[in-house]
């Protein structure tokens, strides 16, 4: 299944350990790489979380949503900062939100995911909720504007 | 262009729906190409409010809060004549649907709507829906707090959520800031009830787990005071253990209803606060400025206070029969004296439920400009409501109705129906209920018996989703299919008005269609001939139970 | 009065995927608006070919299906459920007319 990454619409070579199944992994608690189902808690991986470089979630429909909380809760409150790979039923039309929720790479075998990862991000340019992907809300910016505006008028 | 006294879009708004006209233009060029798979375009699709039905595709137009200018009005006029064949419905969760749609001209459609921001994001799909309000806020007597202030923030924070994009199944929030709870919000998968504790401040109850459909449920108090800066964080908290735990595995067993039902709601309780408790600084919690910046766009017009007992309209009312039932049932007292809420009936005898043609949209708008303070409510009764009509321009708006054929004086009463389209239009239905609703009203049409049977709410579902609400009917009735055949089974008891929840009883067998006129007359005549004075159809019905009603029903068909 | 109430007849139908529209799919494989130009198969194995044709010819079409149908003595076709009459034939009341209004 052909690996994307942001920043090259074509498929990136898989330089990372093949991820263990994380009733495997929990055997030793050691391996840079798991694989989640999608069903399986996050919370599991502590404290080793920060010793990960690859940590795969699964998508077996593309509408089963869980994987987005997954990730959220991965990258936000746990704070992971290694690869958050996107497997299984991975469609482009699902990459600004995968994008947000902190995934960074993606392995789908859809015609023209390359290219619509390309503009993924830059599909909206106003977001409303809060993720971990530094972008300002709405309301921040409106936040920010108004105060601006105030102390100009001090 | 006048000020509207509701939220205006600024360039965030306004640049976030414009692409997303874009976005969803492309993937309609995509699967028009065959790029795309029907199975992968179907949420697409639905995510922007477009399904397919029996006919045409359907598109359901968010009217968030239920607010809209007469600007908007006209636009939705102009749309349903260029997109679609001249007409809408208006609908239980205060949207507008129109029926005739082409799918290659959907992202005109919607782009037109943007034009006077307007959108239909996220009015399908298993994501969080349009979050419905009192059609009468901010204009009520008893209202507590503007509730739309909160439904704007809760639309804005639900707005392509990136977590929250692909839910178990749909997920519908209903927000009501007065006592008298016009929102229905016990059968919503949230329901939120603002209220004054005893320090005097005001939060919500949120209510979880509510809902109609295969199996009604009405929703238990998840918190009893929710402070109201932590409302994002909390409904984020919500939403976050219903993405996780909420069913996968069956479509009828999907909605946080049956999660709530199978671990209970004290763990659900617990799954929530904890999440919560893990999340509550969040960047979520509003700030007192964006609070306040978006509750002075809901600051009430500047309305003169006046008189309460006008001559022209005390005149009327002696000279014009129709005009003084019409008061009665049509027009409800407004928080500023001398004004008052006016609700046209889109609910003609004989006409299909909850419908305006373009023409009449764009009356009503006028009306509006003239009376109303440009602005128009729908009522989740399908419905329209001017709500800040000065009482001596009562008179004239009568009349105005009147030309549009939306003054018929039966708000509340027995031919004030809500259907569901029903199989003339729908995909998912199994029998008509229009035709039903038409037979009723037309049956039902004097007036003067109608203000006589009194409050009386039918509600007619033409399938067990239940968009026509009708498990809340007073008398509730359900078209069901055997064999081909069309039946329709009778409920009786629902009611989700004054703050009370109650789901209907059946009360028998199936009837066919042609003889549920007769089995409302004997329901009503039964009413009639038991009553005790000031009582309602369905306090009569809680008072003596089903069983009369059942013996005169099933002795007349 | 119609003959044939078995259910053996069928024919193929499907929305049209730019519009919507019914259709039926007629002798020459096309998709055609009216019931009346559709092909109509008369045993369950001409059903399954039909349905197979109509598969095949998908694009522009969403979801094909067969309907049962019905035939009366002077060769006209009725599906035999009441939802299939609907889609065939449309509303089965007036729907507001576009300028229902009357302005004194």
Same mark, same amino acid.
């Given at each position: 299944?052909?690996?994307?990454?942001?920043?090259?619409?074509?498929?990136?070579?898989?330089?990372?350990?093949?991820?263990?199944?994380?009733?495997?992994?929990?055997?030793?608690?050691?391996?840079?790489?798991?694989?989640?189902?999608?069903?399986?808690?996050?919370?599991?991986?502590?404290?080793?979380?920060?010793?990960?470089?690859?940590?795969?979630?699964?998508?077996?429909?593309?509408?089963?949503?869980?994987?987005?909380?997954?990730?959220?809760?991965?990258?936000?409150?746990?704070?992971?900062?290694?690869?958050?790979?996107?497997?299984?039923?991975?469609?482009?039309?699902?990459?600004?939100?995968?994008?947000?929720?902190?995934?960074d790479?993606?392995?789908?075998?859809?015609?023209?995911?390359?290219?619509?990862?390309?503009?993924?991000?830059?599909?909206?340019?106003?977001?409303?909720?809060?993720?971990?992907?530094?972008?300002?809300?709405?309301?921040?910016?409106?936040?920010?504007?108004?105060?601006v505006?105030?102390?100009?008028?001090? | 262009?006048?000020?509207?006294?509701?939220y205006?879009?600024?360039?965030?708004?306004?640049?976030?729906?414009?692409?997303?006209?874009?976005?969803?233009?492309?993937?309609?060029?995509?699967?028009?190409?065959g790029?795309?798979?029907?199975?992968?375009?179907?949420?697409?699709?639905?995510?922007?409010?477009?399904?397919?039905?029996?006919?045409?595709?359907?598109?359901?137009?968010?009217?968030?809060?239920?607010?809209?200018?007469?600007?908007?009005?006209?636009?939705?006029?102009?749309?349903?004549?260029?997109?679609?064949?001249?007409?809408?419905?208006?609908?239980?969760r205060?949207?507008?649907?129109?029926?005739?749609?082409?799918?290659?001209?959907?992202?005109?459609?919607?782009?037109?709507?943007?034009?006077?921001?307007?959108?239909?994001?996220?009015?399908?799909?298993?994501?969080?829906?349009?979050?419905?309000?009192?059609?009468f806020?901010?204009?009520?007597?008893?209202?507590?707090?503007?509730?739309?202030?909160?439904?704007?923030?809760?639309?804005?924070w639900?707005?392509?959520?990136?977590?929250?994009?692909?839910?178990?199944?749909?997920?519908?929030?209903?927000?009501?800031?007065?006592?008298?709870?016009?929102?229905?919000?016990?059968?919503?998968?949230?329901?939120?009830?603002?209220?004054?504790?005893?320090?005097?401040?005001?939060?919500?109850?949120?209510?979880?787990?509510?809902g109609?459909?295969?199996?009604?449920?009405?929703?238990?108090?998840?918190?009893?005071?929710?402070?109201?800066?932590?409302?994002?964080?909390?409904?984020?908290?919500?939403?976050?253990?219903?993405?996780?735990?909420?069913?996968?595995d069956?479509?009828?067993?999907?909605?946080?209803?049956?999660?709530?039902?199978?671990?209970?709601?004290e763990?659900?309780?617990?799954?929530?606060?904890a999440?919560?408790?893990?999340?509550?600084?969040?960047? %979520?919690?509003? =700030?007192?400025?964006?609070?306040?910046? /978006?509750?002075?766009?809901? +600051?009430? $017009?500047? *309305?003169?206070?006046?008189?309460?007992?006008?001559?022209?309209?005390?005149?009327?009312?002696?000279?014009?029969?129709?005009?003084?039932?019409?008061?009665?049932?049509?027009?409800?007292?407004?928080?500023?004296p001398?004004?008052?809420?006016?609700?046209?009936?889109?609910?003609?005898?004989?006409?299909?439920?909850?419908?305006?043609?373009?023409?009449q949209?764009?009356?009503?708008?006028?009306?509006?400009?003239?009376?109303?303070?440009?602005?128009?409510?729908?009522?989740?009764?399908?419905?329209?409501?001017?709500?800040?009509?000065?009482?001596?321009?009562?008179?004239?708006?009568?009349?105005?109705?009147?030309? %549009?054929?939306? =003054?018929?004086?039966?708000?509340?009463? /027995?031919?004030?129906?809500? +259907?569901? $389209?029903? *199989?003339?239009?729908?995909?998912l239905?199994?029998?008509?209920?229009?035709?039903?609703?038409?037979?009723?009203?037309?049956?039902?049409?004097?007036?003067?018996?109608?203000?006589?049977?009194?409050?009386?709410?039918?509600?007619?579902?033409?399938?067990i989703?239940?968009?026509?609400?009708?498990?809340?009917?007073?008398?509730?009735?359900?078209?069901?299919?055997?064999n081909?055949?069309?039946?329709?089974?009778?409920?009786?008891?629902?009611?989700?008005?004054?703050?009370?929840?109650?789901?209907?009883?059946?009360?028998?067998?199936?009837?066919?269609?042609?003889?549920?006129?007769?089995?409302?007359?004997?329901?009503?005549?039964?009413?009639?001939?038991?009553?005790?004075?000031?009582?309602?159809?369905?306090?009569?019905?809680?008072?003596?139970?089903?069983?009369?009603?059942?013996?005169?029903?099933?002795?007349?068909? | 009065?119609?003959?044939?109430?078995?259910?053996?007849?069928?024919?193929?139908?499907?929305?049209?995927?730019?519009?919507?529209?019914?259709?039926?799919?007629?002798?020459?494989?096309?998709?055609a608006?009216?019931?009346?130009?559709?092909?109509?198969?008369?045993?369950?194995?001409?059903?399954?070919?039909?349905?197979?044709?109509?598969?095949?010819?998908?694009?522009?079409?969403?979801?094909?299906?067969?309907?049962?149908?019905?035939?009366?003595?002077?060769?006209?076709?009725?599906?035999?459920?009441?939802?299939e009459?609907?889609?065939?034939?449309?509303?089965?009341?007036?729907?507001?007319?576009?300028?229902?209004?009357?302005?004194?």
């Amino acid at each position: 299944m052909p690996l994307f990454r942001e920043g090259s619409a074509a498929p990136v070579a898989n330089d990372q350990p093949a991820p263990l199944p994380l009733a495997d992994w929990l055997k030793d608690r050691v391996g840079p790489a798991v694989a989640l189902a999608n069903t399986d808690d996050v919370n599991e991986l502590q404290p080793e979380l920060a010793s990960l470089t690859l940590i795969t979630l699964h998508f077996p429909r593309f509408s089963d949503g869980r994987a987005y909380s997954q990730a959220r809760l991965l990258r936000e409150r746990l704070g992971y900062r290694g690869e958050l790979r996107a497997a299984g039923d991975v469609l482009q039309d699902q990459l600004p939100f995968l994008l947000r929720c902190g995934f960074d790479s993606f392995e789908s075998d859809q015609k023209g995911f390359g290219e619509a990862l390309a503009r993924a991000r830059t599909l909206f340019s106003v977001v409303y909720q809060p993720t971990k992907d530094g972008r300002p809300t709405a309301s921040q910016l409106r936040l920010f504007g108004r105060r601006v505006t105030l102390s100009a008028a001090e | 262009m006048p000020d509207t006294h509701f939220y205006r879009y600024d360039e965030y708004d306004r640049r976030l729906v414009g692409e997303r006209v874009e976005q969803f233009r492309d993937q309609v060029r995509r699967r028009l190409a065959g790029e795309l798979t029907e199975e992968q375009f179907k949420p697409l699709r639905l995510t922007n409010g477009l399904y397919l039905q029996l006919h045409a595709y359907m598109l359901r137009i968010a009217i968030p809060y239920g607010t809209l200018s007469s600007r908007q009005l006209r636009k939705l006029a102009e749309i349903s004549r260029k997109y679609d064949r001249g007409y809408g419905h208006f609908t239980t969760r205060q949207n507008l649907q129109l029926h005739w749609i082409k799918l290659e001209q959907a992202p005109d459609a919607i782009a037109a709507l943007a034009e006077v921001d307007m959108h239909s994001i996220q009015t399908s799909g298993n994501c969080v829906r349009n979050t419905t309000a009192d059609h009468f806020a901010g204009a009520a007597v008893d209202e507590i707090e503007d509730p739309r202030v909160w439904c704007e923030i809760v639309r804005q924070w639900s707005t392509l959520h990136p977590e929250f994009s692909f839910l178990p199944r749909k997920f519908k929030i209903a927000i009501t800031g007065s006592p008298n709870d016009r929102a229905a919000v016990r059968v919503h998968d949230i329901g939120l009830r603002l209220w004054r504790n005893d320090q005097g401040e005001v939060g919500f109850e949120v209510i979880v787990g509510g809902g109609l459909g295969r199996t009604p449920m009405i929703g238990k108090t998840l918190r009893e005071f929710l402070p109201k800066d932590e409302l994002l964080a909390y409904l984020e908290a919500t939403l976050r253990v219903y993405n996780r735990y909420g069913r996968r595995d069956n479509l009828f067993k999907a909605r946080i209803k049956i999660l709530v039902h199978e671990i209970g709601a004290e763990k659900m309780c617990e799954e929530v606060e904890a999440e919560y408790e893990s999340m509550k600084d969040s960047a %979520l919690r509003l =700030a007192p400025e964006t609070i306040e910046a /978006i509750a002075g766009q809901f +600051a009430p $017009p500047p *309305l003169q206070p006046g008189r309460t007992r006008v001559p022209e309209v005390e005149a009327l009312k002696l000279e014009d029969r129709n005009f003084a039932l019409w008061l009665k049932s049509n027009v409800a007292p407004h928080r500023v004296p001398g004004h008052a809420i006016v609700t046209a009936s889109l609910k003609p005898a004989g006409a299909p439920p909850g419908d305006a043609s373009a023409a009449q949209m764009e009356g009503v708008a006028d009306i509006a400009d003239a009376y109303s303070q440009s602005e128009i409510r729908v009522s989740h009764e399908q419905n329209l409501v001017l709500p800040h009509v000065a009482i001596e321009d009562l008179p004239a708006v009568y009349r105005a109705l009147d030309r %549009l054929g939306f =003054a018929e004086a039966n708000v509340g009463k /027995i031919t004030d129906i809500i +259907a569901c $389209p029903g *199989l003339d239009y729908c995909a998912l239905a199994n029998a008509r209920s229009i035709p039903v609703a038409q037979r009723i009203s037309r049956h039902f049409a004097a007036l003067s018996r109608q203000h006589d049977i009194g409050d009386l709410k039918i509600k007619i579902s033409g399938c067990i989703n239940a968009c026509g609400h009708h498990h809340v009917g007073h008398i509730g009735i359900l078209g069901v299919d055997k064999n081909g055949i069309e039946l329709y089974q009778i409920s009786l008891g629902g009611d989700v008005d004054f703050g009370r929840t109650a789901l209907g009883t059946i009360l028998g067998p199936a009837v066919p269609a042609e003889k549920i006129v007769d089995a409302v007359d004997a329901l009503v005549a039964t009413y009639l001939e038991a009553r005790s004075a000031g009582e309602r159809f369905v306090d009569t019905y809680r008072r003596l139970g089903v069983q009369p009603f059942k013996d005169r029903v099933y002795a007349a068909v | 009065m119609a003959k044939n109430l078995s259910g053996d007849l069928r024919v193929a139908s499907a929305n049209r995927l730019v519009d919507g529209m019914v259709v039926f799919l007629d002798d020459a494989g096309q998709w055609a608006e009216r019931l009346d130009r559709a092909a109509v198969a008369r045993d369950t194995r001409s059903a399954e070919i039909l349905l197979q044709r109509a598969r095949l010819e998908s694009f522009g079409i969403v979801e094909p299906f067969l309907v049962a149908v019905s035939e009366g003595e002077d060769g006209r076709i009725e599906p035999l459920s009441l939802r299939e009459k609907i889609r065939a034939s449309g509303l089965t009341f007036a729907a507001i007319a576009a300028e229902a209004v009357r302005y004194a």
